[in-house]
């Protein structure tokens, strides 16, 4: 089993930054990919941004230019770096890690920005 820690979630006005940090623990062997999806209210769950083991990245085009996603293998962290923030970016946030082909979530931690 792997356990994932979501932290860094707000209250936050437009224009400003926070910084998403999510951290595994457990059964681990070696993480592949790692992403940030969030969630708005009434929409589906869509990708925020990815990284792989290699450390290549994609990204929502919504957030290219302003959302930085970064990963720390020794602490099995994967962080999500967000600036310039819209009100459009309100949601929960989840981690989403993979491994062994098994993709496990975090519980989310909710992004707020006010316009």
């Known amino acids: 089993q792997v356990q994932l820690v979501e932290s860094g979630g707000g209250l936050v006005q437009a224009g400003g930054s926070l910084r998403l940090s999510c951290a595994a623990s457990?059964?681990?062997?070696?993480?592949?990919?790692m992403g940030w999806y969030r969630q708005a209210p009434g929409k589906q769950r869509e990708l925020v941004a990815a990284?792989?083991?290699?450390?290549?990245?994609n990204y929502a085009d919504s957030v290219k230019g302003r959302f930085t996603i970064s990963r720390d293998n020794a602490k099995n962290t994967v962080y999500l770096q967000m600036n310039s923030l819209k009100p459009e970016d309100t949601a929960v946030y989840y981690c989403?890690?993979?491994?062994?082909?098994?993709?496990?979530w975090g519980k989310g931690t909710l992004v707020t920005v006010s316009s």
């Open positions: 989403s890690v993979v491994v062994g082909g098994v993709n496990y």
């Open positions: 990284i792989t083991s290699g450390g290549s990245t």
């Open positions: 457990g059964s681990i062997f070696r993480i592949n990919r």
